[in-house]
């Protein structure tokens, strides 16, 4: 597919809702919301056609923790189902921050609206993730309560690099968006378009041609590649919680890489400096963006969002 220098993907990392250290309250939410929602204004203003995906590892573990402390009394829903209520909650959360911005800014007539779907995303039932949880959800734990809960409800739990532990999901490989005719008749016509959330809502094919959804939570940048690549997108960024990517992260020889061409970046992803479950994945989609034929593709953090978006802060990744 030919691609656009127009359009965008802007791929927000959970701290675009909730960062580490906030209760989680509705007043986090839109703080959060309104901060990652200035980005975006700020790109739509200059003419750029921008579609934008997010996280939802923490808000799909809280409602995994919902059901669970319910389940005495209302059933538990599955996975999926948790998925498309986190679509819905964030989304409502970010059309409603964008839009008011726009009105704010006096942009509004720049742009139809904005608007978010519930978008399904493929993964494959053979996919070796079933047997290998990496995918952190929910809130941060120590390891003494993440022991106790590990025992008491079986789940599985890992360090997250970031600090304390987490627990661990399936999140399979996505190679399809369901939606994504949809996503770009909406981004043509002039709307800000909010879609694959959390990953998308994880779908397998069944022979003959229906879909089923699954239990597990696909990685959000691994499926904003995908998106992105479907709709043609020149530019995917991927907006975090760091101000870049780092080889040795965290360790004193540390060093970030501010240009990087694909070749040397898929070198070093290949060496395992970057850890699956933080930084590997959004390294894999940057790589996989440029290898699929984009023009650039960029990680950095929320609050430095439009001067990443430009080129001036975080890591680019340029082909060859």
Not at 169 to 192: C, H, M, T, Y
Not at 261 to 281: A, C, H, T
């Amino acid at each position: 597919m030919d691609r656009n220098e127009k359009y965008v993907l802007i791929a927000l990392g959970g701290n675009a809702f909730q960062t580490k250290g906030d209760k989680g309250t509705p007043e986090d939410y839109w703080r959060n919301a309104y901060k990652a929602a200035e980005t975006i204004v700020k790109i739509v203003k200059e003419g750029y056609k921008v579609a934008v995906t997010h996280g939802n590892g923490p808000q799909v573990g809280i409602v995994l923790e919902w059901m669970e402390r319910s389940k005495d009394k209302i059933p538990p829903l599955t996975m999926d189902i948790a998925g498309a209520m986190t679509q819905g909650w964030l989304g409502y959360l970010l059309t409603q921050a964008i839009s008011n911005l726009l009105i704010r800014e006096g942009i509004k007539d720049h742009v139809k609206g904005v608007v978010a779907i519930v978008n399904q995303v493929e993964v494959s039932r053979d996919d070796p993730a079933w047997k290998n949880p990496t995918k952190f959800v929910g809130s941060w734990y120590t390891e003494e309560e993440a022991k106790k809960l590990a025992a008491e409800k079986g789940w599985v739990f890992k360090p997250d690099p970031r600090g304390g532990y987490r627990r661990v999901v399936p999140s399979p490989d996505p190679f399809a968006n369901v939606e994504v005719q949809a996503v770009r008749k909406l981004l043509d016509d002039g709307w800000i378009v909010v879609a694959s959330g959390g990953g998308g809502i994880p779908v397998v094919r069944k022979e003959n041609g229906e879909l089923e959804g699954v239990e597990a939570v696909i990685d959000k940048d691994l499926a904003g590649e995908v998106l992105a690549t479907s709709i043609g997108a020149g530019t995917f960024v991927i907006l975090t919680d760091v101000d870049g990517v780092y080889l040795n992260f965290g360790k004193p020889d540390q060093k970030k890489l501010d240009v990087v061409m694909v070749s040397e970046l898929e070198k070093y992803y290949r060496e395992g400096y970057f850890p699956p479950g933080s930084m590997g994945p959004k390294v894999l989609a940057a790589i996989r963006f440029i290898k699929h034929g984009g023009k650039r593709a960029a990680i950095g953090h929320l609050y430095q969002g439009y001067d990443v978006v430009k080129g001036n802060a975080g890591t680019t990744v340029l082909p060859i």
